[in-house]
C-alpha cells in the first residue's frame, strides 16, 4: 500500500484544501522541485539543457494556459501560437525602445500582460459563439498576428530580413547567458506559474470555469456570470501563453522570424493538452514531456537499431506517429497520461491487496 490514505488525518479546512492533501503526492512533487534546482545544474550537459529542459518547460507554460482556457473553461483555442507571437514581439519592443527597465522579467511579465489584452480583445466572440465556430474565430486570431508580424515592419525594428534577435539579457542584474541560468530562470517561473495555476483552478474561479464548461447554462441560473468566467479564462489563458512566448523568444531562440510562431505551434501545445490531459495541470508537464521527447527518440532510434534513413523519412514518421498515438489516446484514455497517473497511483493504494 505505496499509496496508502489511512493515517493521513485532516483536522482543519487548512489541512483538507492543502494543493496536495496526501504526504507521498508532497514529497514527490518536493524532491522533483529540489532535483530541479540542486541536481540538474550539476549533471546536465549544455545539450540536455538546449533541446530538452528548457522547451520542455517553456511549452509546460503555454500548455497550462491552454489548458486553463480549453481544459478547465471549456473554451476551443487554436491561437496559441499567435498569442506566443503577440508576446514576443512585445516583450521585443519593450526591451529595444524601452532601457531603463529593460530587465528579463520585467520584458517578460509585459509580454504576458500584452498577450492577456488581446486574448481578452479576441475571446469577446466566446461571449456569443462556442465550439467550433468559437475555434474557428480564434484561428482567425492566429492568422491576422501571423499576417501582422510579417506586414507591421516597426514590429521588429525594420528589418530587412524580418529576424530579431536579442543578447545581454540580465534578470534583476544578474547575467542570463548561459544554458544553465537560462534553464534555472525558466524553472523558477514555471514553478511559480504552476503553484498559482493550481490555486486558482482549485478556488472559486476554477469553480466558476469548471461549471461554464460543464453546462454554460445551468452554470448561469446558479449564478455564475458567464461573460466574466469567459473572459477571466481567456486573459489568465493569454497571459500564461504569452509568458511562454517570451521565453521561447528570448531564452529558446534568442533571434526569431514570425515563422517561429505559426499555425504549427498551435497545434503543438493543443496536442500537448490532448496526450497529458485535459483539465490537468500535470497533465500540462507530461504532455510537453512527450511532444518534446519524442521527437528526439525517433530521430535517434533508427541509428540505435542499425536502419539508415533520411532526414525526410524520420520527419514523415513522426507525423505518422503523432497521428496514431494521439487516435490510440483519445480513444483507449480520453483523460490522458494524468490519467493514466492516476490509475497507477489506485494500483499502488491497493497493491499488494488487489480488492
Known sequence: ??????????????????????????????????????????????????????????????????????????????????????????????????????????????????????????????????????????????????????????LTNYAPSGSVSVANLKALGIPIDTPMTRYLFIFTLAVVLAVVAKNLVRGRIGRQWMAIRDMDIAAEIMGVRPASAKLTAFAISSFYIGVAGALFAFLRLGAWEPQAFGIERSFQVLFMIIIGGLGSILGSFLGAIFIVLLPIFLNQLPGWIGIQLSVATIAHIEFMVFGAIIMLVLIVEPHGLARIWQIIKEKLRLWPFPY
Not at 522541485?33 to 503555454?62: C, D, K, M, W
Not at 500584452?114 to 486570431?141: C, D, E, H, W
Open 1 to 154: 500500500m505505496l499509496y496508502r490514505v489511512g493515517g493521513q488525518y485532516k483536522t482543519s479546512y487548512h489541512q483538507d484544501q492543502a494543493i496536495f492533501p496526501l504526504a507521498q503526492d508532497r514529497w514527490i512533487v518536493t524532491a522533483f522541485v529540489l532535483a530541479g534546482f540542486l541536481v540538474i545544474p550539476f549533471v546536465a550537459t549544455p545539450y540536455v539543457y538546449t533541446e530538452v529542459l528548457i522547451p520542455v518547460l517553456i511549452l509546460s507554460i503555454a500548455a497550462i494556459g491552454l489548458n486553463i482556457l480549453t481544459g478547465y473553461c471549456g473554451q476551443v483555442s487554436l491561437g496559441t501560437g499567435g498569442f506566443m507571437a503577440v508576446a514576443a514581439y512585445a516583450s521585443y519592443n519593450f526591451w529595444l525602445r524601452v532601457p531603463l527597465f529593460n530587465d528579463l522579467l520585467l520584458v517578460v511579465l509585459f509580454g504576458g500582460l500584452t498577450a492577456a489584452m488581446v486574448g481578452i480583445l479576441f475571446g469577446v466572440p466566446s461571449l456569443r459563439i462556442k465550439g467550433f465556430y468559437l475555434a474557428v474565430a480564434t484561428l482567425a486570431a492566429q492568422f491576422f498576428v501571423d499576417w501582422g508580424t510579417a506586414r507591421i515592419k516597426w
